[in-house]
């Protein structure tokens, strides 16, 4: 077999393994560099793959290519130097045809009613924050207005969200012209995060020492500035500008609608990663299930780096709440809430940060005037908030995450072909639990754990329903697995 048909077989196989989107995400970009007798050299474009890939998928490779040829001893990934793109900026032409109509206009225009954003365009962003900000007026932006709390500093870090944060500070702190992974994409249910971290990002990289160029937008705010351009003849104008920036930050991306619009989207999308310029854009879902998007904009959007985020656990939610509470201390020393609300309120209310922040905002009213709160009051102020929004969404990596930790065997000794008893068992308890805990398919979850075919999955669950029916101790270790998996 040849290098490259080698690297293109284990590619395939990795694929059957990790499954389409996993393989998307992380090793669409990976390349063979170099090969001798007993060395494979991989390639990718940035550290933060190349991390990413060493830390969580490196013995996975090289047991794949051990496979295919026994004699190799290593594999290692490499930093290729940054990737510029071979096509030409475009040159795009406005078309008219279908220009957003009034209605996504009309909700962005809601929207930003809502948010209280009066900002004109053109005007520098910087001029909508409070003087506290005090980000430094170094280049002409336009877009929605940031909001100086959504900031690093104020945003907890924890196993839900640590690796989009980690990619979203490498880009805020790479500057100008420093390309990362390129578009980053976050994504996650509502309320986890999103807007802070990219508002942070764009904070963050307007205060560089660089000072970058920093478009932040909501996808709606586009399609209410493209189709304004358009009426009013100034579209040139506003590409122009779009044209000369180094950062483009879009949030919402799922709400991104209309033919021309996408179109000019598109466009922008292309110059702007064509000429490795940083692009971070962030949605509800996955881009591979942004279906109402122009298939070009989505493969654009898919040929970066995708990463999801998931709700906070109890020790963020109780640190969001305290750095909270620390802001609102500093306009009014005079405010507190006790420690064992605090944590009454983080343990109750699961839902989501956007459930957390109303709860800390109407506990903070409310001891206004009724100083001596008890948890049972707050349970009744409280109660609507309690369990709110969507049941949080389990996912097959927690599962395996969890019971390998507790099983004390690795994530990929969960998914590889070993058939130990020490790694079989803990397997098929991951299995049963990815079956009962989640609404994927036999298929789907075979996939997910090695490539494996449907029917060992079936027999997997059915042997471990089994087992519990009359082993009380293994039954209450699968309860306590659940327990953990849900936090
Ligand atoms: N890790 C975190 N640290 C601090 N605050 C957080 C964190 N996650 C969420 N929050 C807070 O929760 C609230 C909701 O977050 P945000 O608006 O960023 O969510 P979102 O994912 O953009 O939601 P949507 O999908 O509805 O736009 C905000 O007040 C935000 O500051």
Redo the contacts with the bound molecule.
């Keep these: 077999m040849t290098q490259s048909a080698l690297f293109d077989r284990v590619s395939a196989l990795l694929k059957a393994q990790v499954g389409p989107d996993v393989f998307a995400s992380w090793f669409g970009r990976l390349k063979l560099h170099s090969m001798s007798k007993s060395v494979v050299r991989l390639s990718v474009p940035t550290t933060f793959l190349k991390s990413w890939i060493n830390n969580r998928y490196l013995d996975q490779i090289t047991t794949l290519f051990q496979q295919e040829d026994a004699e190799i001893l290593k594999v290692e990934i490499v930093v290729r130097s940054a990737m510029r793109g071979t096509r030409a900026p475009i040159e795009a032409e406005l078309t008219v045809g279908d220009a957003a109509t009034s209605a996504p206009a009309a909700t962005a225009a809601r929207r930003n009613a809502a948010q209280g954003l009066g900002q004109s365009i053109g005007q520098q962003a910087t001029a909508a924050l409070p003087a506290a900000a005090k980000l430094p007026v170094a280049t002409p932006l336009f877009g929605s207005p940031l909001d100086p709390?959504?900031s690093f500093a104020?945003?907890?870090?924890?196993s839900?969200?640590r690796v989009a944060?980690a990619a979203a500070k490498t880009i805020a702190e790479a500057g100008a012209g420093a390309v990362r992974f390129n578009p980053l994409f976050i994504h996650?249910?509502?309320?986890?995060?999103?807007?802070?971290?990219?508002?942070a990002i764009a904070i963050a990289a307007i205060q560089s020492p660089r000072a970058s160029r920093v478009v932040y937008l909501t996808a709606e705010y586009f399609m209410w500035r493209f189709a304004t351009a358009i009426r009013d003849n100034d579209a040139l104008s506003l590409k122009e500008t779009l044209r000369n920036i180094d950062l483009l930050v879009i949030?919402?991306m799922q709400f991104l609608q209309g033919k021309s619009i996408q179109h000019e989207f598109c466009h922008l999308l292309n110059m702007l990663l064509d000429s490795a310029k940083q692009v971070v854009v962030?949605?509800?879902r996955a881009p591979w299930e942004l279906e109402s998007l122009d298939p070009r904009v989505r493969s654009r959007l898919q040929g970066g780096v995708a990463i999801e985020?998931d709700g906070?656990d109890y020790e963020?939610r109780l640190?969001?709440l305290k750095?909270?509470l620390d802001v609102a201390r500093e306009e009014d020393p005079s405010l507190d809430i006790p420690a064992d609300i605090l944590s009454h309120v983080a343990r109750s209310i699961t839902a989501?940060?956007?459930e957390?922040?109303g709860a800390f905002n109407q506990l903070l009213f409310r001891m206004s005037f009724e100083p001596q709160l008890s948890i049972e009051r707050v349970d009744e102020l409280l109660g609507h908030l309690v369990n709110a929004g969507e049941p949080r969404r389990v996912r097959i990596e927690d599962i395996q995450r969890v019971v390998a930790k507790h099983y004390n065997v690795s994530r990929q000794e969960l998914v590889s072909n070993r058939r130990t008893r020490v790694i079989v068992k803990p397997r098929q308890i991951a299995m049963y639990l990815a079956k009962t805990l989640t609404p994927r398919s036999f298929p789907e979850i075979g996939r997910r754990f090695g490539g494996r075919d449907h029917t060992t999955v079936l027999h997997a669950v059915r042997k471990i329903e089994d087992l519990i029916s009359g082993d009380t101790k293994l039954s209450h270790e699968i309860e306590l697995l659940k327990r953990l998996i849900n936090e």
């Design positions: 709390r959504y104020s945003f907890v870090e924890g839900s969200n944060l996650s249910s509502v309320g986890l995060g999103k807007t802070h971290l990219l508002q949030d919402d962030a949605a509800d985020m906070p963020m640190e969001i750095r909270r989501s940060g956007r957390l922040e």
